[in-house]
């Protein structure tokens, strides 16, 4: 199964969208809650970044036999140092944004915990594909 995701840039209001959606088709689908939950805070997280840091972008959530895997990829400014942006505690992220309560700079440490699996391929200015994967 392949469903995909349209996720617009800096628009909080809908911000989450796509990781709800797809958190409702893993519970019909009748996955352990436990990878359910893994699923939904990696997704999330991706999610919003690439809404705050990606400017939007387009999201591909696969499930099959053995396992998740999704996949964001957006045209925003890319990560200048991935091994920094992985760190707990660093963010880019403006004080608009800190006021919105983003920006604690823990979005990808726990992808990275949730998820068995998490590529970042980015290019400055061009933009930013991650992929996560949870094991079934
Ligand atoms: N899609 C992206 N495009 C460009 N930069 C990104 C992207 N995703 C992450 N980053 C960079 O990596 C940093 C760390 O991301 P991370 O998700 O860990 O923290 P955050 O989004 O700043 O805060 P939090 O996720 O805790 O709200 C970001 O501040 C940003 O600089
Ligand atoms: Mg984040």
Known sequence: MVLQYQIPGNDFSSAGEAS???KTV???????SQ???RVAIAMYEAEINTVIHGGGGECKA???GD??????CDHGPGIQDVNLAMQAGYSTASEK???????AGMGLPNIQKYADDLQIDTEIGKGTTLVLTVNL
Do not use: D, H, Q
Request: hydrophobic letters at 40%.
């Open 97 to 103: 944004i800190r006021e919105l309560g983003f920006g």
């Open 62 to 64: 696969e499930v099959n």
């Open 20 to 22: 709800s959606n797809f």
């Open 26 to 32: 893993l519970k019909k689908l009748g996955l352990p």
């Open 35 to 37: 990878t359910i939950r």
């Open 67 to 72: 396992r998740i895997r999704i996949t964001f």
